[in-house]
């Protein structure tokens, strides 16, 4: 499975200042399997440690802060000869090894000639500056999700793939690609851009066998709340969590804390909300009030949406039967509630780095559904999951704010095409909003 990043771990490996490196990212979402091909591909051997499977491995970084002593001892028990430059050093669920977490400082500074690469799932990391972490001593690769883009490769295609990565103008998707693409995407919806999922689907073509995978991926996620938090923390956790499908049921996808528990606050979830956007397994979209620069001063924070890590996963925790994959549109329109926005925002959250909010303003009410920083331009986002492009939102946005409205943006179903200041994006397109925005505005 070629992933996005692929290209990044390459730099790294060739930069004679790289520092340990630290793949950052929601659980199962390839960090590992990436990290072993990497080392598999691009090193002589390669030493993978699990802290979870061999919690005894800690000892040895617990007794010496000399790289040396360390790799010393790590290849005794791997059985496994270690050489600087030439071999990966993987060590994995960093996090449930704060001393190995503090060493990587020591590896920076002491010993730059071995190449030690690290996968977090951030749950119980202190990402924060925390006394176990080696702040300035590290270099961070966020992993994502596998994009729409790159489904279409791991399925075999790679033609379609490439032809998405190659479009160098905004001109219209022929009917027969348009079509097929559709078709993919929907399939996208329902096993989503976690690695085995995706894998699962394509290997068995059994959808009994994605939805257990899902479900496997959805408790594995229930039992680190328990692992990492106090039980009374954890349940509120898992209410924040599990309450997704009904916010995001709503018209107005505003979050509700009523939705979480009858009579719940601010005051008691927030901390909830917290931890999960911390650990990347939600997003949270905070309301602007208008579109200026710095975008954040224009932030509203009692004002927010929350989105899943994950198309499939969202899918799955609403409860969705995979068989809405062969029901015509279904897909796009009985269930347009939820899954077409969370799959924009996590296109969008693997393009760029400064998050996305949405506008709304209120008596009237208008709501923009994302707005998103491009370079030192605030662009509105509108997304229709069919071909409905008779919303009024956008109008009323660049009505509200001409000087600062270079363009505006709908994903739908409708072919691709650019008139006056709109840009139509067929959803299937989705990961590939940089270039073209580029295209119409540099």
Known sequence: MKRIYDEQLLLWKANPQRKPLILRGVRQCGKTWSLKEFGRTEYENTVYINFDEKPHVAAFFAESKTPSRIVENLSIAAKTPIYPEK????????????????SLKYFNENAPEYHVACAGSLLGMKVDGGASFPVGKVDFLPVFPMTFTEALTA??????????????????????????LVEKLKLYFVTGGMPESVEK?????????????????????????LKHLEASTAQKVSRVWNSLPSQLAKENKKFHYKLVKEGAGAREYEDAIDWLTDVSLIYRVN????????????EDQGAFKLYAADVGLLRRLSGLDPSAYGEGSRLFTEFKWALAENYILQALTTLY????????????????????????????IEVKSGTDNKGKALAVYREKYPDLTKLRIRYSLLNLDFSDDLLNIPLFLADQTKRLIDLVIG
């Open 87 to 102: 071999t990966l050093l993987i060590f994995d669920e960093i996090q449930e090894c704060p001393d190995a977490l503090g």
């Open 155 to 180: 399925a075999g295609e790679e033609e379609l793939a490439a032809y998405l990565s190659g479009i160098d103008k905004i001109e219209k998707i022929p009917l027969p690609f348009f079509s097929i």
């Open 201 to 225: 689907w394509i290997r068995l073509r059994d959808s009994s066998e994605l939805e257990n995978k899902l479900r496997d991926i959805l408790f594995a996620y229930d039992i680190d709340f």
């Open 287 to 298: 309301r602007i009030k208008a579109p200026g620069l710095p975008i954040q001063a224009y």
């Open 353 to 380: 780095e400064s998050k996305l909010r949405y506008w709304a303003s209120y008596n009237p009410t208008w709501e923009v559904d994302f707005v998103l920083q491009h370079k030192n331009d605030v662009i509105p």
